[in-house]
């Protein structure tokens, strides 16, 4: 139950938080963009043709794909001025018809699901940077592939426990939430 939670549930997350949630999150994209560029820039089209689908596809899933299929049915989408962690609820309130709250652990179902999705755009740059080391190894290669790594830890390990999911006011019907083992501190 909501009452015996510890953690505050925040209606409107602070300014800081939702800077860091998109932040990582765009860093995290540009970075592996650029890093499959690089990384199979041996290639005259593999770099260039890969690197700028996977920007696409990142991008497209997070801010275009989420506010039109999963943020209408949440609570922050349908409350009058709340703010969200990633703040695409006020997005998705300009562009898409309010859903249902008992639709929204859709996002988490099936394989091509916004969930897995959304993970996939996370973990593709670290999958296709470990080849592109091995053949075309580079020191700045390495950085990227190592900061890549870096922000993918931080978000599962303090971005969604400790920043998002805790405060959230959905974490009660999110599977994420369920996942991340936070709807009860
Ligand atoms: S619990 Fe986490 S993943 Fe689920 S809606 Fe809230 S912030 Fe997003």
Redesign the pocket.
Known sequence: MESDTKAKLYSRYPGLSVFIYNGSTILHFLLGGVGIILGYRFSSWAGYTFGILYLIFSFVEMYVVMPISVCPN?V?TRAKDWL???GLNVISKKIAEEGDLKDFPRRAQGPFCPNNLYLGSLIVPIVALIPALIVNFSVVLLLIFLAVMGLLLFRFFIL?PRI??LH?R??YE?P??GA?G?RNR
């Open positions: 949440c922050y969200c962690i990633s969604f998002a999911c959230c959905a974490k999110c994420q939430a991340m936070v």
